[in-house]
């Protein structure tokens, strides 16, 4: 198996990648979603029924909580149900405000456990990296959540790669090179995970900037 990632501006496009790629054959367990939430774009849709990320009724569908209890398998995070129902919230110093769900996010939070407060932000790099990707491409996709992505991740057979690469590419998605160049452009070198998160004017700056 090997891991496909793209980066995506907004959860809209992000979204609709996952929902194509489950549509081609896909399987939820195979797919992961960590997405900026510093617009609360989660709880807004959740609350006008937009979203079924609230498993059990009551709004709570945590994924720390989750992978605290075991749910390194992804089962606590709604993989079966389709990846996008168990979206849950995770807070990640350095990226601010996360909403995620599947495989990835759950490694980079079982990673994390028990460890210092900048520790989730290295459970997030150590799984991309574990996933595959080399240290520049994880700190460019750390960076692109940062700064108000989406990561869309898949796990594929070398003989399903080039199809889910197609899927995630059509919906606009931005691989680490692609995307790291345009950062360091203006000078960025590395995620710091003691950098402050973006603001939401700063992220939507960011958004158009790429548009």
């Known amino acids: 198996m090997s891991t496909i990632t793209r980066l995506y501006d907004t959860h809209i496009e992000a979204t609709d990648a996952v929902s194509a790629l489950e549509a081609a054959g896909f399987g939820a367990a195979d797919i992961s979603v960590i997405s900026n939430n510093a617009d609360n774009w989660h709880e807004s849709h959740r609350h006008h029924g937009r979203s079924p990320g609230d498993m059990n009724g009551d709004g709570e569908n945590d994924v720390a909580e989750g992978a605290?209890?075991?749910?390194?398998?992804?089962?606590?995070?709604?993989?079966?149900?389709?990846?996008?129902?168990g979206l849950g919230m995770l807070a990640v110093p350095g990226l601010g405000p996360v909403v995620a769900a599947g495989w990835l996010a759950s490694a980079a939070v079982a990673g994390a456990a028990g460890a210092a407060a900048g520790g989730a932000v290295g459970g997030i790099l150590g799984a991309l990296k574990e996933a595959g990707h080399d240290d520049d491409d994880a700190h460019v996709y750390a960076e692109g959540?940062?700064?108000?992505?989406?990561?869309?991740?898949?796990?594929?057979?070398?003989?399903?790669?080039?199809?889910?690469?197609?899927?995630?590419?059509?919906?606009?998605?931005?691989?680490?090179?692609?995307?790291?160049?345009?950062?360091?452009?203006?000078?960025?070198?590395?995620?710091?995970?003691?950098?402050?998160?973006?603001?939401?004017?700063?992220?939507a700056a960011e958004r158009a900037r790429y548009r």
């Open 68 to 85: 605290g209890k075991g749910a390194a398998t992804g089962g606590a995070l709604g993989v079966g149900a389709g990846v996008l129902a």
């Open 145 to 203: 959540v940062r700064r108000g992505g989406t990561l869309v991740s898949v796990r594929v057979n070398e003989t399903e790669r080039a199809r889910a690469q197609a899927i995630l590419d059509e919906s606009r998605g931005w691989d680490a090179a692609a995307r790291g160049a345009a950062y360091r452009q203006t000078g960025w070198t590395r995620f710091d995970p003691a950098g402050a998160p973006y603001t939401t004017d700063e992220i």
